[in-house]
């Protein structure tokens, strides 16, 4: 056989997954957003709510391919540049964070369909469909009673139509907009009290 | 190659290591073995008692080979004991007839010089007037042939397996035992990983005494070093292993039980040469000492852990052990132990139930709300203080992990392995009112556990076969629902035959830390609080 570098071959392909893995948090900020917690072993996993209503999930594998030939190696080498490689990593932290984004938003839909959690925004006013919205889902305070705002998490395009940004300042300084807003946290804040008041031992 | 790995490790062994796989060879070439001495000092010169195919008592004698030989000087140095084990009648209640005449067996790793040899013919000749059997010779080319007869299946094919044993000789004898590396190499050997694979009970058994001498093998540079904690967790990996053999293909238990008993005995003697290493200790720092600072508690919560363990199984078997030492040592040092991470909590279980056994008062008891109370604080969502890992992430990952030298992916916080388990320890004791302080922390905490798919499963180090189940708890609770469950054991998510012995069920909990589910814990406290 000819000469190789395993050892610092094994590195270069640790830096590699580690940059993929960057830019894949880069691409999707959104699903970056979700909290990551390693499985180690086993094959599916069970969800026991606290209705003790259960659900079982298969693992689910996303994967991504890097597909090359020879000659392609041999121009990058030749290039005595990296640039090539790169894009091709690009390329496959663009689809595995595509694929994430879907399975994990896939999950989502079907959770909120079944418990008839869905709220259409088509033809309405944003204001409305945001309000009905924020009436459905559950909000959480902090310590000290500050309310912990949910994220809104919108295809930028669609943001841009319907002009996110101005219709949530609108909310903030309209004042029957303003008066609805904290009629509903109001509303939240003692469902959170009753919440947390809820977490007792009795009997 | 093969041939050369035996040699090396034979080499390379001294008679306390090599005692436990040799009384497995001799266990598979039909012996029943009855004793094997603690600290192969001497009983009577008597290493190990056995008895033979035709019933004959044997004793047997293992001296190490100085530079692989044993010459006339080594004879000379032993010969009180030589006489002992000749002359001594063997005092076992196994061995029904007190008179009954016995085999000496000299067992050397090296071969003997001719000088030795003419001295042995001599002695022998003096046994023969004193109408004694005269005494035998095992030496490194019999222990290599009977090795081969004994393990024909000891190697498979595969390099993989083979480089991993390699890498076994290269290990600093003075670190942690890899312990996934050896259950691997073990998995292997037992093809437990192929599913289709089928057997002879012929072939298991010396599938299951082959293992024993990977195992011994793979601990030669941790037993050279007297590193009793690589050796205990060594032998309790292998004692899963046979387990899982003999669970996954319902071995009779004749097929199994002088194997298991043999890794038990490894594992007690190993344990016992640790509370004498302690007993001689003025301090527990090993090593650098400037760096050990960081090291130290986790060592130390290990060890009570260990002496624990120690003081529970010497109430199942009656042999001896400094019980006062155990009790002051604990004691001194239980202040000292840390929770370094979820898989730190067998360790601190194993001495709650020690504690309990000797302190009959509640402090034992709150020891369980003062576990309940760290995991709620440091594992609650919004808690800022450093969370505990769970019980997959082992000692020095999570040490690195505090350093900033090793970065961990996932989050640890709003779940926990252990909580649900630890809530019914402390309401099976029935303190209802500390334990609605502690309820309303614990509901932001999802209660999580594997179960394997089987039950033989819970052996192995890692399965790809079954659930990881995630509870989110119920916010109000019921005291009297709470101590129902309690007390309720689901006896099919418990590893069936290691139940029977809870001694090394807790040792198993305290190596395998990611197996434990409430149930187990439950059916621990049960045991142990009733003997």
């Known amino acids: 056989m000819l000469i190789?570098?395993?050892?610092?071959?094994?590195?270069?392909?640790?830096?590699?997954?580690?940059?993929?893995?960057?830019?894949?948090?880069?691409?999707?900020?959104?699903?970056?957003?979700?909290?990551?917690?390693?499985?180690?072993?086993?094959?599916?996993?069970?969800?026991?709510?606290?209705?003790?209503?259960?659900?079982?999930?298969?693992?689910?594998?996303?994967?991504?391919?890097?597909?090359?030939?020879?000659?392609?190696?041999?121009?990058?080498?030749?290039?005595?540049?990296?640039?090539n490689m790169f894009k091709k990593l690009d390329e496959i932290a663009r689809e595995l964070a595509s694929k994430e984004f879907k399975m994990v938003f896939d999950k989502i839909d079907e959770a909120v369909e079944r418990v008839g959690n869905v709220v259409s925004a088509k033809g309405r006013p944003f204001t409305e469909s945001f309000f009905e919205t924020i009436e459905k889902i559950q909000i959480d305070f902090d310590e000290n009673g500050k309310i912990i705002m949910p994220k809104i998490i919108l295809n930028p395009k669609t943001a841009e139509e319907i002009k996110l940004r101005d219709k949530l300042r609108e909310i903030e300084t309209n004042p029957s907009y303003k008066m609805r807003f904290e009629e509903i946290i109001e509303k939240k804040w003692e469902e959170w009290r009753d919440r947390k008041s809820a977490r007792r031992l009795v009997g | 190659m093969i041939e050369k790995v035996l040699e090396g490790w034979l080499d390379s062994a001294t008679e306390r290591s090599f005692q436990i796989p040799f009384a497995h060879l001799l266990s598979n070439q039909g012996y029943r073995v009855l004793h094997i001495?603690?600290?192969?000092?001497?009983?009577?010169?008597?290493?190990?008692?056995?008895?033979?195919?035709?019933?004959?008592?044997?004793?047997?004698?293992?001296?190490?080979?100085?530079?692989?030989k044993f010459s006339l000087q080594t004879w000379r140095r032993i010969n009180n004991q030589i006489r002992d084990l000749v002359y001594l009648k063997i005092n076992h209640p196994s061995i029904g007839n007190y008179n009954q005449s016995h085999r000496s067996i000299l067992v050397t790793n090296g071969f003997i010089k001719e000088d030795a040899t003419r001295a042995i013919n001599d002695f022998n000749a003096t046994l023969l007037t004193d109408r004694k059997r005269p005494l035998e010779t095992i030496v490194k080319g019999d222990i290599l042939k009977l090795a081969k007869e004994t393990y024909p299946l000891v190697f498979p094919s595969e390099l993989r397996d083979f480089k991993s044993l390699l890498e076994f000789f290269l290990e600093d004898g003075t670190s942690y035992l890899p312990k996934g590396k050896l259950a691997n190499l073990l998995e292997s050997l037992l093809y437990l990983n192929d599913l289709n694979s089928k057997f002879s009970n012929k072939e298991l058994g010396r599938k299951i005494a082959s293992a024993a001498l990977i195992t011994s093998i793979s601990l030669t540079q941790f037993s050279k070093e007297l590193n009793w904690i690589a050796e205990i967790e060594g032998w309790t990996i292998y004692l899963a292993?046979?387990?899982?053999?003999?669970?996954?293909?319902?071995?009779?238990?004749?097929l199994w039980k002088s194997q298991f008993e043999l890794a038990e005995t490894a594992i007690f003697n190993s344990m016992t040469n640790l509370l004498e290493e302690l007993k001689g200790r003025t301090n527990l720092i090993e090593g650098e000492p400037l760096s050990?600072?960081?090291f130290y508690r986790v060592r130390v919560t290990y060890l009570v852990a260990l002496m624990s363990i120690l003081g529970i199984w010497q109430k199942f078997n009656s042999d001896n052990v400094d019980c006062?030492?155990?009790?002051?040592?604990?004691?001194?040092?239980?202040?000292?132990?840390?929770?370094?991470?979820?898989?730190?909590?067998?360790?601190?279980?194993?001495?709650?139930?020690?504690?309990?056994?000797?302190?009959?008062?509640?402090?034992?008891?709150?020891?369980?709300?003062?576990?309940?109370?760290?995991?709620t604080t440091s594992n609650n969502p919004k808690s800022k203080i450093e969370s505990l890992a769970p019980p997959y992430y082992q000692t020095q990952e999570i040490i690195l992990h505090k350093l900033g030298i090793k970065k961990f992916e996932d989050i640890f916080k709003g779940r926990s392995f252990f909580l649900k388990g630890l809530i019914y320890l402390f309401t099976r004791k029935n303190w209802k009112q500390k334990m609605k302080i502690l309820w309303p922390n614990a509901t932001y905490i999802m209660f999580e556990e594997f179960i394997p798919k089987e039950n033989w499963q819970f052996y192995l180090w890692r399965t790809s076969n079954g659930v990881h189940k995630a509870e989110i708890p119920r916010r109000t609770e019921n005291w009297k629902d709470l101590k129902k469950r309690a007390f309720q054991i689901e006896d099919d998510i418990l590893p069936q035959l290691l139940v029977n012995y809870p001694h090394l069920l807790l040792l198993f909990i305290c190596v395998y830390p990611h197996r434990v589910n409430p149930s187990i814990l439950k059916c621990l406290d049960d045991k142990l609080m009733n003997t």
């Open chain 2, 37 to 68: 001495t603690h600290h192969c000092g001497l009983e009577m010169g008597k290493d190990i008692i056995a008895v033979d195919s035709n019933g004959i008592p044997c004793a047997f004698q293992l001296k190490t080979a100085e530079n692989g």
């Open chain 2, 292 to 294: 050990d600072a960081l």
């Open chain 1, 4 to 83: 190789d570098f395993p050892k610092e071959k094994e590195k270069v392909i640790e830096f590699f997954t580690k940059y993929i893995i960057a830019k894949k948090k880069q691409l999707s900020p959104s699903s970056s957003l979700i909290p990551r917690v390693k499985v180690f072993e086993g094959h599916k996993q069970l969800l026991i709510r606290e209705d003790r209503t259960r659900e079982e999930t298969e693992f689910k594998l996303i994967k991504s391919e890097m597909r090359y030939n020879i000659k392609e190696i041999e121009n990058i080498a030749l290039a005595n540049s990296m640039e």
């Open chain 2, 324 to 375: 006062e030492f155990i009790s002051d040592f604990v004691l001194k040092y239980r202040t000292k132990m840390l929770l370094w991470g979820e898989g730190a909590i067998p360790q601190i279980l194993a001495f709650y139930w020690y504690y309990r056994k000797i302190d009959a008062t509640s402090k034992p008891d709150f020891l369980l709300a003062e576990l309940i109370e760290d995991i």
């Open chain 2, 241 to 254: 292993y046979l387990c899982a053999v003999a669970q996954r293909w319902k071995l009779k238990e004749k």
